[in-house]
């Protein structure tokens, strides 16, 4: 990836790269999402750009946005926020009235740079209305299984485990599965994903029992609910989630227990996959190999390494792929605009768009 | 006179015959008809026996129950009668009426309650076994009447037909016949424009078919209605041109029952009329209509289906198999467009008698180079084997997020979805928001439209089959065991022969008393079946159908 960002800044002249400040934005905050963080990187570009009349400004947005898209692995998650920031664009725009065509346009620019922050700022208090929303799903006793590394499912579940002691003392356990994946790629001393979360319930007097993916069937008899975070929200309510997402729905739609979803409304993306298949990225996840194909792949390795040439496809790494979850396995989706039914994702997405 | 002798006997004899064919040979009566078949079966092969003891006496009980068939044919044979007996048969025939509304009402009752099979037994099969006795009672009464009254079914007039229609009438689809489709222009009011009177013998006879088909060629007849129409004096252009319209559109729906598209579009054109301004001078407000019918159509039809095309062929992927039903000119566009963009896929079509629409669109794609395969409604589950998509197209889409589509999409959606092993194949519904509707459908009976049943008679093409299965019967022999050939090969040549001259086995069947053909034109699939909607909106689950047409009305 790193090849592929240098490549660009060196090639074009901009003065301003928006897949570093993207990459930046993400590592800096740990808080940030990839939708706010891609709106963030947009409203950079629109800062730092001298663009003084609405087509140059859709335009550049639209190019950064395509580039943003072509060098990140997985653009799902971004692209509901370059979505919806361009699409907030042109609504302003065409609004009649002082910021509309006929006004002003530096007036109109830093009405946008203004607005396009303050929406960064709203979208980041989302994750607390969340909480507030699926604070109620939580009750006394309950045993909860949860996965990967969401952090809307973080802060859910420390906003109720912050209420013991309180008035409404809330005492539930949670299982946590931990994902196998992450721990043998280049860095196996790494921790899996949501062992921080782990310590931080354990630290606030949560029971937590971390189990490996494999035992989420045998898991899955002791919890009351699967609460699980997204990383997209498509249009028919499924979603786009760590992979293991999947398979968790569809055990507990067998053993009928309750599968929450939590994400922010700015994660609803518009894109419509069919099956685990029609996903826009690239990822390998089942790949066919004989001996054969392995000696041939550690050649090219080989060579590849001497070439360093960053011109392929960038292909997904295995801990990062993600699975899609089809709507008829999700109960709810708890969100900062309420709780949704999958059906009314849709409907979210409409009235956004139209 | 050798027909005439006994009728009671010819009937029951070919009620005896009658069903036991269609239940092998037709594919098409839907099975409620088949349900109901050996039921009636049963009751008139004992009807004829207490029929023959009737005395003259109870001809005047019984032949009230003969249904309004008799009576037009009764009629035609009035002259020859006495004045008495003129006397008894109007009073025959009023009871005959009386008894008919209450069977009526009772098949009405029986219908609605949902028992297809109950409805029947209860509202039928006392008309069957009565009339029969009445053809036996009137065999021993009146020989002079007798020759007429046993020729009569054969040589129908046509004033007979309606009347004979109605006791064909399935019992649960009842509602739903309403008056037979306009046979000519004859008739039509004054007010009907030349355009829209030839507009509805088109989609009579189904040459223009399809919902926006009919929705677009619709809006233009009715542009050129508005481009002719001048306004009365006395009246103003958006109070008269609604009501002159409406006449146009009465007109058009007895031709054929609108379509939830040309509703859409008549509503639409209506408000448009009624929000001119009646001071504008009327040539100008017909120059706005006539943009409005242009705009309409390019926006909610032509770009949409463009705008569908284009986003639904991003869902065809190389290697894939695409089953589609019949013939949808939206799917057309859709898989030439993703022909177009250079994927290599295959189409099976599925079609459905009588209509055939599929093979158009088995020749606008194999001539444009796709790789095609044709089969029939029955070859579904072989079609189903190897698809990897289903595309439909639709009629409308109701609020429910159901698809209410040409008949036998339902059974296309279900194979997709339910398909043994597990394996869903997505079923994707390409429609635009023109098509969409605020109804709710939960079943296809409340709400369908019925054609003609002869559409089933004449189209038809038995001489050919047995034309075909001849040739194969002898070679059959012959691939199995070569000197045996021989000696089977002539046995088949006898019963062909006899078969081939022979008229299709339906072609009477109005004279049959217990035999009904239904031909429904619509059914709904359930939205369970359908995975995604393509419309000129965006794709959609079924289930953000309603709130898609609530903004596409308000805009």
Redesign the interface.
């Known amino acids: 990836m790193a090849t592929t960002t240098e490549g660009t800044a060196a090639a074009g002249s901009k003065p301003f790269d928006i897949v570093a400040t993207y990459n930046e934005l993400l590592r800096s905050d740990p808080d940030i999402t990839m939708p706010i963080a891609a709106i963030e990187a947009l409203v950079h570009v629109l800062t730092h750009s001298p663009s003084s009349t609405i087509s140059e400004t859709l335009d550049l947005l639209e190019k950064s946005t395509a580039h943003l898209k072509q060098s990140i692995p997985n653009p799902i998650g971004l692209s509901a926020g370059t979505d919806l920031f361009q699409r907030y664009l042109i609504t302003t725009l065409q609004r009649p009235g002082q910021l509309g065509p006929a006004g002003d346009f530096k007036a109109i620019r830093t009405h946008l740079l203004s607005n396009g922050r303050l929406f960064i700022r709203r979208a980041k208090e989302s994750r607390q209305k969340i909480a507030a929303f699926g604070r109620g799903f939580i009750r006394d006793g309950c045993t909860v299984l949860t996965n990967g590394g969401s952090r809307a499912v973080a802060s859910l579940l420390q906003k109720a485990a912050d209420e013991e002691g309180g008035p409404s003392a809330v005492r539930f356990r949670v299982i946590y599965v931990l994902s196998s994946i992450s721990q043998n790629i280049e860095e196996p001393s790494g921790e899996p994903e949501g062992m921080e979360t782990v310590r931080a319930l354990r630290a606030k007097g949560v029971p937590v029992s971390t189990i490996p993916e494999s035992a989420v069937a045998y898991a899955l008899g002791k919890a009351d609910m699967v609460i699980v975070g997204a990383e997209g929200v498509v249009e028919n309510g499924g979603i786009v989630s760590r992979m293991g997402t999947y398979q968790i729905g569809l055990l507990a739609k067998a053993i009928g227990k309750p599968f929450y979803v939590v994400a922010e409304s700015h994660k609803f993306v518009r894109l419509f996959p069919l099956g685990q298949y029609d996903l826009p990225i690239e990822q390998h996840v089942v790949d066919f190999k004989s001996a054969d194909d392995i000696a041939e792949d550690k050649k090219k390795k080989q060579h590849s390494s001497v070439d360093a040439s960053g011109n392929k496809p960038i292909e997904l790494p295995l801990s990062d792929s993600v699975d899609f979850t089809p709507p008829h396995l999700i109960s709810a989706l708890i969100t900062d605009s309420g709780v949704l039914t999958p059906s009314a994702v849709s409907e979210e997405l409409i009235k956004i768009w139209f | 006179m050798a027909d005439s002798v006994d009728p009671a006997l010819t009937s029951s004899s070919a009620t005896a015959s009658v069903p036991a064919q269609p239940a092998s040979t037709i594919a098409n009566p839907p099975s409620q008809q088949t349900q109901n078949l050996p039921i009636r079966e049963s009751k008139s092969a004992k009807s004829p026996a207490p029929s023959d003891k009737q005395s003259g006496k109870n001809k005047d009980a019984s032949k009230p129950a003969a249904a309004g068939s008799d009576g037009a044919a009764a009629a035609a044979t009035d002259k020859p009668l006495t004045p008495a007996e003129l006397k008894k048969k109007a009073k025959a025939e009023k009871a005959a009426r009386r008894a008919k509304e209450k069977l009526a009402k009772e098949a009405g009752g029986a219908g609605a309650a949902g028992g297809s099979a109950p409805g029947a037994i209860q509202g039928r099969p006392p008309a069957t076994p009565k009339k029969d006795a009445a053809g036996g009672a009137s065999q021993k009464g009146q020989k002079a009447v007798q020759p007429r009254r046993g020729s009569a079914p054969t040589g129908q007039t046509a004033a007979d037909e309606p009347t004979k229609k109605e006791d064909k009438s399935v019992a649960v689809f009842g509602h739903l016949y309403g008056q037979p489709r306009r046979t000519t222009i004859a008739g039509a009011g004054k007010e009907v424009h030349s355009a829209v009177l030839a507009l509805g013998l088109q989609l009579r006879d189904y040459v223009v078919c399809g919902s926006s088909a009919r929705c677009v060629a619709t809006l233009l007849a009715f542009k050129r209605v508005i481009e002719s129409y001048t306004t009365p004096l006395g009246t103003s252009l958006s109070r008269h041109l609604t009501t002159h319209l409406s006449h146009q559109i009465t007109y058009l729906s007895t031709c054929r029952p609108l379509s939830i598209s040309q509703g859409n579009a008549i509503r639409a054109l209506k408000l448009a009329i009624s929000s001119v301004d009646p001071s504008t001078p009327e040539l100008s407000a017909k120059a706005t209509l006539c943009e409005f019918i242009d705009n309409f159509i390019r926006e909610k039809i032509t770009v949409a289906d463009q705008v569908i095309a284009q986003s639904a062929a991003q869902?065809v992927q190389n290697g894939d198999v695409i089953v589609t039903f019949a013939g949808s000119s939206i799917v057309k566009q859709t898989l030439l467009t993703a022909h177009k963009q250079g994927k290599r896929f295959r189409v099976s079509i599925i079609d459905s008698r009588p209509l055939f629409e599929g093979k158009n669109l088995a020749r606008a794609l194999a001539n444009a180079g796709l790789d095609v395969q044709y089969s029939l409604v029955h070859g579904i589950s072989h079609a189903i084997k190897d698809a990897t998509?289903v595309f439909l197209g639709a009629h409308a889409m109701t609020s429910n997020g159901r698809l209410y589509s040409r008949v036998g999409t339902a059974l296309v959606a279900m194979s997709a979805k339910e398909r043994a092993g597990g394996v869903?194949v997505?079923v994707?519904v390409c429609c635009e928001t023109v098509k969409f509707t605020d109804r709710v459908a939960l079943d296809s009976i409340v709400v369908n439209e019925i054609a003609d049943a002869d559409e089933l008679v004449s189209a038809q093409p038995l001489p050919q089959v047995t034309g075909l299965v001849d040739p194969e019967v002898p070679t059959k022999p012959d691939n199995k065991k070569g000197g045996k050939g021989a000696s089977s090969a002539p046995k088949p040549d006898p019963s062909a022969s006899s078969l081939n001259p022979s008229p299709s086995p339906l072609s009477n069947w109005k004279e049959n008393t217990n035999l009904q053909l239904l031909n429904i034109m619509y059914d709904v699939t359930p939205a369970e079946y359908v995975?995604?909607v393509v419309t000129e909106?965006?794709?959609?689950?079924p289930?953000?159908v309603p709130?898609?047409h609530r903004?596409s009305t308000n805009l």
């Open positions: 869902k998509k869903e997505p994707i995975d995604m909106m965006g794709s959609l689950p289930s953000a709130i898609v903004m």
